[in-house]
């Protein structure tokens, strides 16, 4: 089982531009989410997914679009991308809403 | 406002020494987390808890609920336990509260 993947692991966009981070996942998970990660900041949350065609916003959503086509992958899209946006991208799954999380790698972006 | 913070930001420990790292909350939550952040990124979950305490080889995460505060215990600290240890809480709603921390460090 590869658990959690992303891709990719790393990215430099120009202000304005879009991308697609992918997030898969191998364990049937129901959850997912997207995090970002920023220096002395914790963990915020983005969007969600508690299932197949379910999306949900987190704490910090604008500027980001998701969806979940497919129970394994959860996409997090940035349309006009913005130096704000550079961050460490998590994207995590689990079971069901209180259970165990199990993380990505994490997707290093930077937007110049 | 910090909903999670955690205590201390920063610990060195020598090798064998027992650990402590805490964390309180200020909001009503359905569970609550311990991760590892590894030096290379990786974030890896430790324990969920909603009560009582739990134990996994050489570490112990507890919890009290009605004084909204968690601990995670290492015994026998290891340089190999050196990582940033990070506390979240799981909200009713599905939305989840990370602090920023415990940057820990164990010295041969």
């Known amino acids: 089982n590869a658990g959690v993947t992303q891709t990719p692991k790393f990215r430099v966009l120009k202000t304005g531009q879009s991308m697609t981070l992918l997030c898969a996942q191998d364990m049937n998970h129901e959850y997912m989410y997207w995090y970002r990660q920023d220096p002395g900041m914790g963990l915020r949350l983005i969007h969600y997914s508690v299932g197949e065609g379910t999306t949900a916003k987190g704490e910090v959503p604008d500027g980001y679009n998701v969806s979940r086509l497919k129970k394994q992958n959860f996409l997090l899209g940035l349309e006009s991308a913005a130096p704000s946006q550079t961050s460490v991208y998590f994207c995590?799954?689990?079971?069901?809403?209180?259970?165990?999380?199990?993380f990505g790698p994490g997707t290093r972006l930077t937007v110049t | 406002k910090n909903e999670v913070e955690q205590s201390p930001q920063n610990l060195t420990a020598q090798e064998g020494e027992f650990i402590t790292i805490n964390c309180s909350y200020s909001v009503g939550i359905s569970a609550l987390h311990w991760l590892q952040q590894h030096p290379g990124g990786g974030i890896v979950s430790l324990f969920m808890l909603s009560s009582g305490k739990k134990k996994h080889g050489r570490l112990i995460a507890t919890i009290n609920i009605q004084e909204k505060h968690s601990s995670l215990h290492i015994t026998a600290s290891h340089p190999r336990d050196s990582a940033v240890y990070i506390c979240a809480v799981n909200l009713f709603r599905n939305q989840f509260y990370f602090g920023t921390g415990t940057s820990l460090t164990v010295i041969p």
């Open positions: 995590a799954s689990s079971y069901a809403r209180v259970y165990e999380q199990y």
